[in-house]
């Protein structure tokens, strides 16, 4: 297990200037290559504990039976070379979990924490009953409009969650959001502040009519890295993953234009600070748990644009949800009967959907393709629409799946449509 060279010399080269310290819970292997990246700063504070019965499901998979589960201190300007030293380590070397105390840490590893695996909320009814009204909005999803959002997204010099192009990108976001909502009074469209770093998530909030309590979540990451990422790097994230808020916001113009209202309220996220360790949908997972939100179901775009493998949509079975991930896998074969559904694992938490698995809500991740097939050019300069062949004709199929998943799961299941 050692790093490519070149990646060494530039990390020991570089200044650490915007660190704070963070925790991380990582697995024996991860940990080894914290080790080999920044052996120093592994001597202050640092626990382990024994990955037995006791760790709770999501942290078991950070590490295999016989291993320990590493509670360590660093800065957190480590933590993108870290990533890319996990993907580089042949992409199954085990991943970490960001936290900023050592209590929560250990909260969300030991078995106190198994109290949040047990589904805070009952799982709801997954018969489909909106074939008219998903096939009647289906047709109206844009191939344009998505390559129209790549290419905004994509154009800033990059969107890492330090950078004042990060933060320039996110209220980019919200000013998009907000135009595309400004026909509806009902509709709440917001930015959300995290302690450490400026770049904010970005939440709209199509309030429900029935069941308002009840929350069906779609998300996407709106950061962007090339690992070692300063002010000026270029990284233009196309795939990692405007794509994925790109898929989002098509599905909010189609539903924002045609006047749809919910019965269970759908919430839209793109989330700052996901390449650095899922820091922005921990914090606001740990909120909605923290106010005992009642969120149904999670659905996670992360990178939704290349064709890699032969099927088109992956299901990733780990950090995810069973009964969920059935129902996603009926959506695509009810709505999109030509595509083929294939599934994978990620074999640790690479997205957002494991920050709401933590707190114990069912999280879904449809994936552009197998592990071992993924787009080539993400975490570089050269993740751009061009290098995607300057379609968007795949993420279309992710569009089409988010929008049967936010109106299957907005309305009540259990009632028949109005
Ligand atoms: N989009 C990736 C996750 C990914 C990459 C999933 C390849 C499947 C295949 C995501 O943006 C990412 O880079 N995640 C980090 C992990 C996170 C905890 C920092 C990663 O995979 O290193
Ligand atoms: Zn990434």
């Not at 024996?28 to 120093?40: I, T």
């Amino acid at each position: 297990m050692t790093l490519r060279p070149l990646l060494l010399a530039t990390l020991l080269a570089s200044p650490l200037c915007h660190a704070a310290p963070v925790w991380l819970s990582i697995g024996d292997d991860g940990y080894r290559l914290l080790k080999q990246l920044a052996p120093a700063s592994l001597s202050s504070a640092q626990h382990s504990l024994r990955n037995d019965s006791g760790l709770q499901a999501s942290q078991r998979s950070l590490a295999t039976s016989t291993e320990t589960v590493h509670l360590v201190q660093v800065d957190d300007s480590l933590l993108p070379a870290l990533s890319e030293a996990i993907h580089q380590q042949q992409r199954h070397c085990g991943g970490y979990m960001v936290h900023t105390s050592l209590a929560s840490a250990r909260q969300s590893v030991t078995a106190s924490a198994r109290s949040s695996l047990a589904a805070p909320v009952a799982a709801p009814d997954y018969t489909l009953r909106q074939q008219a009204r998903v096939n009647a909005l289906l047709p109206q999803l844009q191939e344009s409009n998505l390559l129209a959002t790549i290419g905004s997204l994509s154009a800033y010099q990059n969107r890492f969650y330090t950078t004042s192009h990060g933060v320039n990108a996110a209220n980019w976001l919200y000013r998009h959001w907000q135009q595309l909502a400004s026909r509806r009074s009902d509709i709440k469209v917001e930015q959300v502040s995290h302690a450490g770093y400026p770049q904010k998530s970005v939440i709209v909030t199509i309030p429900g009519r029935s069941k308002a309590t009840e929350v069906v979540v779609l998300g996407a990451h709106l950061d962007s890295t090339i690992g070692n990422t300063s002010e000026n790097s270029r990284a233009p994230g196309a795939d990692d993953d405007a794509s994925g808020v790109a898929t989002l916001t098509e599905v909010i113009r189609v539903l924002a234009a045609a006047n749809y209202q919910p019965q269970r309220t759908l919430k839209f996220m793109a989330y700052a600070a996901e390449e650095v360790g899922l820091r922005g949908s921990g914090d606001i997972a740990a909120r909605h748990k923290k106010q005992k939100a009642n969120v149904v179901g999670v659905l996670q775009l992360d990178m939704t644009n290349w064709q890699g493998s032969a099927e088109d949509i992956y299901l990733y079975t780990d950090y995810t949800n069973a009964a969920q991930n059935a129902f996603v896998a009926k959506l695509v074969s009810t709505y999109q009967p030509a595509l083929k559904v294939g599934y994978d694992k990620c074999h640790y938490g690479c997205s957002d959907h494991a920050s709401w698995h933590q707190q114990g809500y069912a999280a879904t991740l449809p994936f552009e393709s197998r592990f071992s097939d993924y787009n080539p050019h993400i975490h570089t300069s050269g993740d751009t629409l061009a290098n995607m062949g300057n379609q968007a004709a795949h993420a279309l199929k992710f569009a089409r799946l988010a929008l049967s998943y936010a109106v299957e799961l907005g309305q009540d299941g259990s009632t028949a449509a109005r």
